[in-house]
């Protein structure tokens, strides 16, 4: 009866998971392949031969997966750094962390539009200190949408890391300091890969949200589409929801695969993890 009880309590939760997420993403793909009323696969074959389309698909994969590998690089220093840190230090340094994410996409987006700009803050440092003759095209690229991203998302990597690293146990560096093992071998031989289930959890909180994330290359990718921008443009501008849906199931299957991936290559690092 205990375990009824608890089942119980799982009802209302999956109900609304059931109602008002898997049934809309079911009936969404499952359009996808129904055109005039016959089953086909025309829409996918039409997507994946089509090199625009593939493009955008490219340019969001690669944005997505540099964007990651960016916030791997930059964050784990910081991390490192703030899980040493101890007392009031240590809680300042989390709060100054987690504080842009209280802050507005749209209002970090702007503000990188001030700074990237033809105008911008960047290019009269630059121009005034005699670097450049002409002002930096940067603003309306990829490169603008990719710092737009690790600015959006390197407080998540740092904070999943922080968690693992101040858990880490120091009799284990110790010990493998007191065998002859240098700072860098300790590194690679004990600390990574400890660190290797708190970093794939941020890469993929990272990688899921830059490969999804809308407002950010929206303002600052310009024409440099993503598929996310490519989505909106069909579903409210063109009003033409097939291709939507099947843009929206290709985000989704993608989104799986690279997660299946992420998990397996954590597996092989860290087999006991």
């Known amino acids: 009866m205990k375990k009824r009880s608890l089942y119980l309590l799982l009802l209302p939760g999956l109900l609304f998971l059931t109602i008002f997420m898997i049934v809309p993403i079911a009936l969404t ?22 090199d625009y389309f593939m493009s955008i698909l490219w340019r969001t994969l690669g944005v997505s997966l540099f964007t990651t590998l960016a916030c791997i690089v930059l964050g784990f220093p910081v991390a490192y750094f703030i899980s040493k840190m101890k007392g009031r230090k240590k809680i300042i340094l989390l709060l100054l962390t987690i504080f842009p994410l209280l802050t507005s996409p749209v209002v970090r987006a702007f503000s990188w539009m001030v700074i990237l700009g033809r105008e911008g803050l960047l290019n009269n ?78 890469s993929i909180l990272v990688f899921v949200g830059s490969f999804t994330a809308y407002t950010t290359p929206a303002l600052l990718g310009g024409r440099a589409r993503v598929i996310s921008t490519f989505l909106y443009q069909n579903a409210i501008t063109l009003n033409d929801w097939y291709l939507a849906s099947i843009i929206a199931t290709i985000m989704i299957v993608v989104t799986f695969v690279v997660i299946s991936i992420m998990n397996k290559a954590a597996q092989k690092l860290n087999p006991k993890g």
């Open 29 to 50: 793909i499952g359009t996808t392949f129904l055109q005039e009323g016959s089953f086909t696969f025309s829409g996918y074959l039409e997507f994946f031969t089509d």
């Open 125 to 202: 440092v630059l121009l005034s200190l005699g670097m450049r003759q002409e002002p930096l095209e940067i603003l309306y690229s990829t490169t603008a949408v990719t710092i737009g991203l690790v600015h959006l998302f390197l407080p998540l990597i740092i904070v999943t890391l922080v968690g693992v690293l101040e858990n880490l146990d120091q009799d284990l560096l110790r010990a493998a300091e007191s065998l002859g093992a240098s700072k860098v071998t300790v590194f690679k031989k004990v600390v990574l890969p400890l660190c290797v289930p708190g970093l794939m959890i941020g």
